[in-house]
């Protein structure tokens, strides 16, 4: 099994690529060992020392580190996807349990606002979820009230340095540009 792996714009962040299916569905982002109970593979992950995120994406696995270096334990990164999938574990142990982000909460927005907030929706699925999953993360629209649109970043995007100019620059500035009444946005 040959495993790739691609730096992300978050240098504590790489993204690792088995070169299949890793989760069908929503994509997982874990952050504690005790969030990571769910997804063997995750858990197996958090059991290296100096891992603080795992963030499991379609055909991706996006691994985040502390201050140790990369050189450390990449290997063993690579040795637990390696193992886990030649062993045929599953990636969760309830793929039909709903997944509760340990970080979410109820979508905010006024009624008024319902057909803006699809189409920021839309926008965020087909043009900004893509791209962001290119670089190991994701984003999640969480509200929207007064002209603020707010988004929870996952994944390589959790933390990133450049995270604030993909904001500002990327994901603000193509709201704005099509939905009218979209002022900024806000990471939460």
Do not use: Y
């Not at 999938?85 to 319902?114: M, R, W």
């Amino acid at each position: 099994m040959f495993i790739q792996t691609e730096a992300t714009p978050n240098p504590a962040t790489l993204k690792f690529l088995p070169g299949r299916d890793v989760l069908v569905g929503e994509p997982r982002d874990f952050r504690s060992i005790d969030a990571a109970a769910a997804s063997p593979l995750a858990a197996s992950l958090f059991g290296i020392s100096g891992v603080t995120g795992v963030f499991l994406g379609s055909d991706f696995i996006s691994v985040t580190k502390d201050d140790t270096n990369w050189a450390h334990i990449k290997p063993a990164i690579l040795g637990v996807i390696m193992d886990h999938f030649l062993a045929g574990k599953p990636v969760l142990l309830d793929a039909n349990e709903p997944h509760v982000d340990e970080f979410a909460g109820e979508e905010f927005f006024e009624e008024e606002d319902k057909e803006m907030v699809e189409v920021i929706k839309e926008l965020l699925a087909t043009r900004v979820r893509p791209a962001v999953a290119m670089d190991g993360g994701d984003i999640i629209f969480r509200g929207f009230k007064e002209g603020t649109v707010f988004l929870h970043m996952q994944g390589a995007c959790s933390g990133c340095p450049s995270s604030t100019a993909t904001l500002k620059s990327g994901i603000e500035n193509l709201l704005r540009h099509f939905v009218p009444g979209v002022e900024q946005v806000q990471q939460v």
